[in-house]
């Protein structure tokens, strides 16, 4: 008995110990390029969700963790990382009080009382 059960420990334990690099879904996948590509485009440099995405390095990443993804679902990835550029656009900035054609001098609207 303490036998089987010192080898099954082993064996679990060896098992446990192996790294393991599991392929993300595809649907995984799509999802992390979706958040990456839409923290990119939209959010500036100095907001919170801009630097949490770059201080773990999912800008420049294929996915949360280091993984070795295959040709296909790498060609996949640039795909969505496209697709979702097209879809989240920058945003252009919008005017300052002062540049709005609508301002008064003083940078307050002028048709505002």
């Not at 099954?8 to 958040?35: E, V, W």
């Not at 280091?66 to 990835?77: D, E, Q, V």
Request: positive net charge; charged residues 25%.
């Amino acid at each position: 008995m303490n036998k089987a059960l010192a080898r099954q420990s082993r064996q679990f334990y060896t098992q446990l110990s192996k790294p393991t690099q599991l392929a993300p879904s595809l649907f995984n996948l799509m999802g992390f390029r979706m958040g990456r590509t839409c923290v990119k485009q939209t959010l500036r440099e100095d907001e919170r969700d801009y630097i949490h995405y770059r201080d773990r390095g999912w800008l420049e990443s294929d996915y949360f963790y280091p993984i070795s993804l295959g040709p296909f679902r790498r060609a996949l990835g640039a795909i969505f990382d496209r697709v979702f550029a097209r879809v989240y656009k920058r945003p252009a900035q919008a005017p300052r009080p002062a540049e709005s054609p609508m301002a008064a001098p003083d940078g307050t609207e002028g048709d505002a009382k």
